[in-house]
């Protein structure tokens, strides 16, 4: 059993074009996030809900927008993709009053805008 | 804001020898946490150790230990008995009250047979 799972793993899609990406987690946890690893590997966070509540939303394009239907599952869309969009995205999940613990991380989707 | 510096880029190390990976962050809290995530060519992250700032010991698993210098604010990675399966980007991340992980620009390990 996968504990966070992404779908797709690749996206390949033309500038313009509106994408979704999906992420589900069955670790029970309350917070789930989404993180972009740019070309040079470097992780930042781009949002995170907290039981289905946005708590974190950095400084990122209105074209991103982070849905969260139930705690166990963080989708994130964007629309009019951009050729500097392309990265992989991160998932990951985490317990919030576990504080010790570190986030659980899905296996990525590398998003191709071409 | 917090930040966490990886002033290592690259590393290679002989199959068997030990390396030692640096990390260190700026925060004016005193209460948080710091991780080591592993990141091999699968792009899978896979949490390596972590450690609480409140605990002076520092962490062990297994192969994989760490020097916490709480106030030097540092925090290496020892990586003994290397293997190839060790070849990874290495990152250096940092919790404290905002919920939010923060990374290094990580650190490409290789491992030589």
């Known amino acids: 059993d996968t504990a966070v799972s992404q779908t797709p793993k690749y996206l390949v899609t033309q500038m313009g074009n509106d994408k979704s990406i999906k992420c589900e987690q069955n670790l029970g946890h309350d917070t789930m996030y989404w993180y972009k690893q740019d070309s040079k590997k470097f992780l930042k966070i781009m949002f995170s809900?907290?039981?289905?509540?946005?708590?974190i939303n950095e400084t990122v394009p209105n074209r991103f927008s982070p849905k969260s239907p139930d705690k166990a599952h963080l989708n994130l869309h964007i629309n009019s993709l951009e050729l500097g969009d392309s990265a992989v995205y991160f998932c990951?999940?985490?317990?919030?009053?576990?504080?010790?613990?570190?986030?659980?991380f899905g296996s990525g989707t590398r998003l191709t805008v071409v | 804001a917090q930040t966490v510096t990886q002033s290592q880029p690259e590393m290679s190390v002989q199959e068997a020898e030990t390396v030692t990976l640096s990390c260190t962050y700026d925060t004016s809290e005193s209460d948080y946490y710091l991780f080591w995530y592993k990141q091999p060519p699968s792009r899978q992250m896979i949490l390596v150790i972590r450690?609480?700032?409140?605990?002076?010991q520092n962490a062990t698993e297994n192969r994989f230990s760490v020097n916490f210098q709480k106030a030097a604010k540092s925090f290496s990675l020892k990586i003994s008995d290397s293997q190839l399966g060790d070849a990874a980007m290495y990152f250096c991340?940092?919790?404290?009250?905002?919920?939010?992980?923060?990374f290094g620009k990580g650190t490409k390990l290789t491992v030589n047979p």
């Open positions: 990951a999940s985490s317990q919030h009053d576990r504080g010790q613990g570190g986030y659980t």
């Open positions: 991340a940092y919790k404290g009250g905002s919920e939010k992980l923060v």
């Open positions: 809900y907290n039981n289905k509540e946005l708590i």
């Open positions: 450690q609480e700032a409140y605990k002076q």
